[in-house]
């Protein structure tokens, strides 16, 4: 059998296949940070919890309402988007003008509220989620045995991000956004509701953390902690990719997760450290990330 | 700006302190007449549905109890606290009990890491531990002290049972997943001694970052590596996603999954059609006998879940420190540590228990195999007894023991 420094080509592959899963999320959460980065401003420390929601609100809605897996995946992503909106008109319109920390610090005590809250309701050793039924199984790809559902995750999520990358930089809404961030108030003076389409904006990023959420009910356990596990690599791929960029954070997501998936066949010990290597050498060399614009 | 932060930080600083100032509130006068009780534990963090307020409430029903049969002349008081998993914290908060609040002994006290500094402290200040929660072997070798007792398990004895059992039973071949810190790496080395001695061969290990969000790619590698056996060298929320992982890739048609610290915490949350068929050991089970399932339902009522051997093991151990207490007639460490030495433990968790030189507390495990989904007759039947192990097997000989205090 063919061999890369060692490792069979085979296994090699695997694990490809395997990183581009771990990067789909990595690129629907950090896609998700980089709109609401990008539109408002603000750094937001609860998509981690956001995410950790929506994937409880599947699980809630099975045990409780007996809603299954696919009415969950759009169920779920729009309660959590509608608690985002209340979040943004209650707390977070009041912080636009102020430095971005006072954002930071404010989603930061959400995030542990919302976690504390779950805690306390539902332990941290989480609840189990069955895989659907259509997509238990697996795919036999010759080089190795591919679960179904994480092939599904690989096309959920890149529907999604394609989807979102073409809404935004494609279409008239669009560009209402973009130009709403560039300068709100021409923009509010051409007769567009400008803080109208921030609290969406906000909304739909928390969406897509909660629909990421639900994909990843099946998959890992459905704990309380399951975001804060996971934010922390996910702000490392934003800043790679650079602050705001939509089309940076969806490639940097994929990109890194390979990487990683790459680190655990090599160097397993590295692998939770490989993506902070990345961009402590990024900062260094690009400042504003690999797809970002100096400002 | 700066100044801001500054403010914040203070008052999240001061939090705590505000807790601390109304637990003194409650009884700040130490008397003869009194015994108290600490339960330091983790109350929200990774362990807390391990010990948690499942502790709390055992400790207590321990004292009420106690109260209710021996009326002793005494009074008792449980007080608890969260270390969240900080060696810092935790023994700062054991201080301020010992230093303050008159507290006797402590127990709890899971995570090996703060473990091992609790029981400096409490050796200075010459009080007991009665260690319940922690893992780690070192609590009865390298650290030892005379005012620690270690009671309910150990890496030694988790690592025994399924590494000698599974051997013997054709399980041969061992490929290890291990959380990549001192306690993984402690519990894959006793089961790899213990699969060696029995015949059997290490192929390899994979080492994963502690708490991993996934798990598919160390469970491929084990899978590549053909081992009949997948020892899960981690706990908590890495054990029960690696499980996770492991089926949905397969590995468990052609591969047995042997748990080296899985209790029945992971397996209630992660339901038997994933965890069927594993085999670990269990340091007690709440559906043994009458007597163990008539405390457990007990516990049930005011817990709404079953005991862990955590929650057994603590009641039955601030039980076995008060019997101690009131048989030396005194709350004097030492004496009440030679009492308990003397003493053999004998109830639901424990049968003729002995507490050795050494700080172990010497007892049955139980070798276990999670039932199939159709043969569990009710909530939380999970289990089938494949073997229970005697004290004296399951514990590191003291032959071994690395301990200053055991006399040669």
């Avoid at chain 2, 006290?109 to 893992?135: D, H």
């Avoid at chain 2, 005011?302 to 709350?331: E, F, I, N, R």
Wanted: with cysteine; hydrophobic share 50%.
């Amino acid at each position: 059998m063919t061999e890369i420094f060692g490792i069979p080509i085979q296994a090699l592959m695997g694990q490809l296949m395997l990183g581009l899963v771990s990067g789909s999320f990595y690129a629907m959460l950090s896609l998700g940070l980089a709109v609401i980065f990008g539109m408002l401003n603000i750094i937001n420390f609860a998509h981690g919890a956001l995410y950790m929601m929506g994937a409880f609100l599947a699980w809630m809605g099975l045990e409780y309402l007996g809603i299954g897996y696919w009415p969950s995946l759009a169920l779920a992503p729009l309660a959590v988007g509608v608690f985002g909106v209340v979040i943004e008109r209650s707390m977070l319109q009041w912080l636009y003008k102020l430095d971005h920390l006072y954002g930071l610090l404010l989603t930061f005590g959400l995030a542990l509220v919302i976690e504390g809250l779950f805690t306390n309701m539902y332990g941290v050793s989480g609840q189990p989620y069955t895989i659907p039924e259509e997509l238990s199984g697996a795919f036999n790809l010759g080089f190795m045995f591919l679960p179904k559902y994480r092939a599904w995750v690989i096309v959920a999520s890149l529907a999604v991000c394609f989807l979102t990358w073409f809404v935004i930089e494609k279409t008239r809404l669009g560009a209402y956004l973009r130009a709403a961030t560039e300068n709100p108030k021409l923009t509010q003076a051409f007769g567009i509701n400008v803080p109208l389409m921030v609290m969406l904006t906000y909304g739909f990023g928390a969406a897509l953390a909660g629909f990421a959420g639900v994909l990843a009910a099946p998959a890992i356990q459905v704990s309380s902690l399951m975001g804060s596990n996971l934010i922390i690599v996910v702000f490392a791929v934003v800043v790679i990719g650079g602050m705001g960029s939509i089309l940076g954070s969806i490639l940097t997501g994929l990109g890194l997760g390979v990487i990683e998936g790459l680190t655990k066949v090599f160097y397993p010990e590295a692998s939770s450290t490989v993506v902070f290597i990345i961009m402590a050498i990024v900062l260094m060399i690009r400042p504003a990330g690999l797809f970002g614009k100096e400002k | 700006m700066k100044r801001k932060l500054l403010n914040i930080a203070i008052a999240a600083a001061l939090i705590p302190a505000a807790g601390n100032v109304m637990a003194q509130a409650k009884a700040v006068k130490l008397s003869d007449n009194m015994v108290k009780i600490g339960v330091l534990t983790d109350m929200s963090g990774v362990y807390s549905d391990l010990g948690g307020q499942g502790s709390v409430t055992a400790a207590q029903m321990a004292v009420e109890d106690y109260i209710a049969q021996a009326k002793p002349k005494f009074k008792i008081e449980v007080v608890y606290a969260d270390h969240q998993n900080k060696a810092d914290v935790g023994s700062n908060k054991v201080r301020e009990w010992y230093d303050t609040q008159g507290v006797d002994m402590v127990t709890d006290v899971l995570n090996s890491g703060v473990a091992i500094a609790v029981a400096k402290v409490t050796q200075e200040k010459n009080r007991i531990m009665i260690n319940t929660g922690a893992a780690s072997t070192r609590l009865t070798n390298e650290d030892c002290t005379p005012n620690t007792v270690h009671y309910v398990y150990d890496t030694y004895a988790l690592a025994n049972g399924p590494g000698k059992a599974v051997t013997k039973a054709g399980g041969d071949t061992w490929f290890f997943l291990t959380a990549d810190y001192a306690f993984g790496a402690s519990l894959e080395k006793d089961t790899s001694d213990a699969v060696k001695a029995n015949g059997g061969k290490v192929l390899g290990s994979v080492r994963h970052p502690l708490n991993a969000s996934d798990f598919s790619s160390f469970l491929l590698q084990a899978q590549a590596s053909k081992a009949k056996v997948v020892g899960l060298a981690n706990a908590g929320g890495d054990t029960v996603n690696s499980i996770k992982a492991a089926n949905e890739f397969g590995l468990t048609k052609s591969q047995r999954l042997v748990g080296l610290l899985t209790t029945i915490v992971d397996i209630h949350a992660l339901g038997l059609p994933t965890t069927q068929g594993m085999m670990f050991t269990e340091g007690f089970y709440w559906n043994l006998n009458d007597e163990t399932r008539a405390w457990s339902r007990k516990f049930f009522t005011k817990h709404k879940k079953m005991p862990s051997m955590l929650h057994a093991g603590t009641y039955s151990a601030v039980t076995t420190y008060l019997k101690a207490v009131q048989a030396a007639g005194t709350d004097d460490a030492a004496t009440v540590m030679k009492k308990m030495r003397d003493t053999p433990v004998s109830d639901f968790f424990a049968k003729n228990g002995k507490l050795r030189e050494d700080g172990r507390m010497v007892h049955d495990m139980y070798l276990v195999e999670v039932k199939k989904p159709a043969e569990s007759k009710e909530p939380w039947d999970y289990y089938h007894i494949k073997a229970v192990i005697p004290g004296n097997d399951a514990y590191q000989p003291m032959a071994l023991s690395r301990c200053p205090l055991v006399k040669k």
